[in-house]
Every structure is written in C-alpha cells, then in structure tokens.
Nanobody, 118 residues
Framework: QVQLVESGGGLVQAGGSLRLSCAASGIIFSINNMAWYRQAPGKQRELVALITTGGSTNYADSVKGRFTISRDNAENTVYLQMNSLKPEDTAVYYC????????????WGQGTQVTVSS
C-alpha cells in the first residue's frame, strides 16, 4: 500500500518559516521524482517545487529564492523548507510522487494546511 504522509503545516505570521515533510512508503523512493503542489481556496492546484531522482530542482516563480525542496533517499522523505512566507502562500500543500519508469505511477498525499497571517 502506497502512502505519502505530509506533516509540518500550521499557522505562521508573514515573514516566518515552516518546514514540510513527506514520508513515503510502498514505493521505491529513489526512482520517483518528488514534488510539492498547493491549492488555495477557489484556485487550481499548482506546482510549487520539484526534485528529480538525480537531485535537480525546479520552482514556481512565486517561490524562487524563498522555498527549498530536498530529499533524503535513505529516509524516503522529501522536504520543503519555506522561508519569508507571505499570506498568498496560504494553501493546502500536497506531496506528489511520480516514478520515472516506463509505467509512470503517480501518487498523492492527503495534504497539509499552511496558513500565513498578515
């Protein structure tokens, strides 16, 4: 059974920091690109950050320079360090895995709420 379990969300003031974690089980973590998405009320889900199996990263323009994605293959965990948070970062943050095999298996976590107060 595949599980992606996010943690670390919460309420923080603007300018503050949070670190999200996503612990994966039931997948071969090292052959999965991992990503964080977010969805704010009334908006579509959007990609926030991606880290490939080789460690390359990609970020949404809105979070470049403030957020950092990283992965620990030994712990089957992906992280999102969020600094200088803004009220517009308020959303439910979802962990995503997508295998790089010929059959692209994709899974989602249940989401964790991040609320940034002004």
């Amino acid at each position: 059974q595949v599980q992606l379990v996010e943690s670390g969300g919460g309420l923080v003031q603007a300018g503050g920091s949070l670190r999200l974690s996503c612990a994966a089980s039931g997948i071969i973590f090292s052959i999965n690109n991992m990503a964080w998405y977010r969805q704010a009320p009334g908006k579509q889900r959007e990609l926030v950050a991606l880290i490939t199996t080789g460690g390359s990263t990609n970020y949404a323009d809105s979070v470049k320079g403030r957020f950092t994605i990283s992965r620990d293959n030994a712990e089957n965990t992906v992280y999102l360090q969020m600094n200088s948070l803004k009220p517009e970062d308020t959303a439910v943050y979802y962990c995503n895995s997508k295998s790089v095999t010929r059959l692209r298996y994709e899974y989602w976590g249940q989401g964790t709420q991040v609320t940034v107060s002004s």
